[in-house]
Nanobody
């Protein structure tokens, strides 16, 4: 399985970006996909996740109301729409996927596959 993340870039505070993550290598849809981020000098943290079949979603408190996770089932792709970006959102964003059942969206060890990451920089 390969996860290809894209959409990162440099944006001013208050701006928006849309990240995409396309999964390839398996015909069945993932059980869940999520986004994590890691800022310089900080630990990786969960940002958002979605359960493919049930539509369950999870958001970290820091992004609720600003970020939206969604899927394109036909393309096995997950998106992260990020609005009202803040400088503290600056980080490398990683997508992750699992085909194992069990909803634990913020637990990184539940995910089997990880993308390489895409850098998001929000200027003040």
């Amino acid at each position: 399985v390969q996860l290809q993340a894209s959409g990162g870039g440099l944006v001013p505070a208050g701006g928006s970006l849309r990240l995409s993550c396309a999964a390839s290598g398996r015909t069945a849809s993932a059980y869940a996909m999520g986004w994590f981020r890691q800022a310089p000098g900080k630990e990786r943290e969960s940002v958002a996740a979605i359960n493919w079949a049930g539509g369950l979603t999870y958001y970290a408190d820091s992004v609720k109301g600003r970020f939206t996770i969604s899927t394109d089932n036909a393309k096995n792709t997950v998106f992260l729409q990020m609005n009202s970006l803040k400088p503290e959102d600056t980080a490398v964003y990683y997508c992750a996927a699992t085909w194992r059942a069990g909803w634990g969206p913020h637990e990184s060890n539940r995910y089997e596959y990880w993308g390489r990451g895409t850098l998001v920089t929000v200027s003040s």
